[in-house]
């Protein structure tokens, strides 16, 4: 039973566009949402929340957003640059309070072309 | 601040050993989780600590333990290994206070292979 959903294993984008990862959930237990970019054999790296009283949250190039009725959420960067290229994670945690454990969803592989 | 660590980074062992993993978490943060990545399962929630308590527990066989000293350090132990155990351990570190939401921040990972 997976809670959480990443539906595209993986994305391709030209550098300065803008990169749209989606992810699905299931669990409307969940009330905090967490986006982690990972490199290969390192461990995953804090992106950006956001918390389920919120549909937006935004930090420099990286916005995401929420909608709780579709129980989906999305993240997007713009403008993309080839750094960016990695996998990244969607994650859930809930009810409230309970962080300590994520729920992940299986990744999307972005690569960002020169 | 230093981040999480974790040791050993790399660790061969065979099938029905047992193995122990140590994770040092940020100065502070109280809360320690651990995560198996496997690349046919993903990123998996094994169990968190907090205040020397198991407080969250996934869906892992007995096999799989861990505990927390009082300096909030962590040890995961998985007795009787199997091929399938052969992964990527995560641990994570947070503050840990309950109402209040925070993000975990990860170690890099051991890299367990079981032969």
């Known amino acids: 039973d997976q809670q959480v959903k990443q539906n595209s294993p993986s994305l391709s984008v030209q550098e300065g566009r803008i990169s749209i990862l989606n992810c699905d959930y299931t669990?409307?237990?969940?009330?905090?949402f967490l986006w982690y970019k990972k490199y290969p054999a390192e461990g995953p790296t804090f992106l950006i929340s956001?918390?389920?009283?919120?549909d937006k949250n935004e930090d420099g190039r990286f916005t995401v957003f929420l909608n709780k009725s579709a129980k989906h959420l999305s993240l997007h960067i713009v403008p993309s640059q080839p750094g960016d290229s990695a996998v990244y994670f969607c994650a859930a945690s809930g009810p409230s309070g309970n962080t300590g454990k994520l729920i992940f969803g299986q990744g999307t592989t972005l690569q960002v072309k020169p | 601040k230093a981040g999480v660590t974790q040791t050993p980074r790399y660790l061969i062992k065979t099938r029905g050993q047992q193995v122990t993993l140590s994770c040092s978490p940020i100065s502070g943060h109280r809360s320690v989780s651990w995560y198996q990545q496997t690349p046919g399962q993903g990123l998996q929630f094994l169990f968190e600590?907090?205040?020397?308590?198991?407080?969250n527990k996934g869906n892992f066989p007995g096999r799989f333990s861990g505990r927390q000293f009082s300096n909030s350090r962590s040890e995961m132990n998985v007795s009787t290994l199997e091929l399938g155990d052969s992964a990527l351990y995560l641990c994570?570190?947070?503050?840990?206070?309950?109402?209040?939401?925070?993000?975990?921040?990860f170690g890099p990972g051991t890299r367990l292979t079981v032969l």
């Open positions: 600590y907090f205040s020397e308590t198991q407080r």
């Open positions: 956001i918390s389920s009283i919120k």
């Open positions: 994570a570190s947070s503050p840990g206070d309950r109402g209040y939401l925070n993000e975990q921040f």
């Open positions: 669990n409307s237990m969940f009330d905090y």
